[in-house]
């Protein structure tokens, strides 16, 4: 973990990653508004990173907590706060695998990017059983994968030129793990090993969705369209994120489920 850690505090900018990935953050606050139902609800972000959603959620009345690996993404996200005018309920430097200590529980736990990180099973099990524990019963749990067909997706974005057929291919294989250039280490998995796996532990799901499917190669394009003909796109994109015909070759998978 030391080299992710590493990886967010001096190498990447995780804050503006969403600005880029416009579709991924607004598909993801479109699911978040339709089942985080009820006002001022507990929230515990782990692994938020700067806070993207831990403001997005503040900004409409919930009491939000942050925990992330990478001291620098707190300090983002306190900087952000600022400018903005919230305030978080707290803002915690630690560990998804060391949540221990934590009594305190929650209506709703985010848990959207420690599982890109954990490459063993064992590690990503720990972190969902951790989080489990401190949510309250009947209450909303949000994780989130990186799927085997992101690195497809982002030499398809802008059609780079290929070293390797073999090596893009290689992501495609069940269990891989492995560092994407120009990202640290991650785990990729395809959708039916993220559903089942998120089906291995008492909940109920709610979603399971492949957050930006076919939109993804057109990013770009689709981002620098004129705010309605943009909502139209975005409208398609939601409603193909639950096709399964499609779900798979999403960059990011996004599993809703009520414990």
């Known amino acids: 973990m030391n080299e992710v850690e590493e990886w967010y505090d001096t190498k990447y900018d995780e804050w503006k990653r969403l600005e880029r990935h416009k579709i991924e953050f607004d598909i993801t606050k479109k699911y978040l508004d339709e089942y985080l139902q009820g006002d001022h609800l507990e929230v515990f972000d782990i692994g938020g990173g700067p806070g993207r959603y831990s403001l997005y959620l503040a900004e409409k009345g919930h009491k939000v907590s942050l925990l992330d690996l990478s001291k620098q993404n707190i300090v983002v996200a306190k900087e952000k706060s600022l400018e903005r005018g919230i305030t978080l309920e707290s803002y915690i430097h630690g560990n998804a695998l060391e949540l221990e200590n934590f009594n305190r529980t929650f209506d709703v736990i985010l848990l959207m990017g420690p599982l890109y990180h954990l490459t063993k099973e064992s590690d990503r099990r720990i972190a969902v059983e951790g989080a489990l524990r401190l949510l309250k019963p009947n209450g909303i749990i949000v994780t989130a994968f990186i799927s085997n067909y992101a690195p497809l997706q982002n030499y398809l974005s802008d059609v780079s030129p290929i070293d390797s057929v073999s090596e893009i291919l290689e992501y495609l294989e069940s269990e891989k793990?492995?560092?994407?250039?120009?990202?640290?280490?991650?785990?990729?998995?395809?959708?039916?090993?993220?559903?089942?796996?998120?089906?291995?532990?008492?909940?109920?799901?709610?979603?399971?969705?492949?957050?930006?499917?076919?939109?993804?190669?057109?990013?770009?394009?689709?981002?620098?369209?004129?705010?309605?003909e943009y909502k139209k796109w975005l409208e398609i994109g939601y409603h193909l994120s639950r096709d399964e015909n499609v779900i798979g070759t999403s960059?990011?998978?996004l599993y809703i489920g009520r414990k």
């Not at 991650?186 to 109920?204: C, H, I, P, R």
């Open 177 to 228: 793990d492995k560092t994407l250039e120009g990202f640290t280490t991650a785990y990729f998995t395809d959708f039916k090993e993220a559903k089942n796996f998120m089906k291995s532990f008492e909940l109920t799901e709610l979603v399971f969705a492949g957050v930006e499917n076919v939109l993804r190669c057109k990013e770009k394009e689709i981002n620098s369209l004129e705010e309605s």
């Open 251 to 253: 960059q990011h998978f």
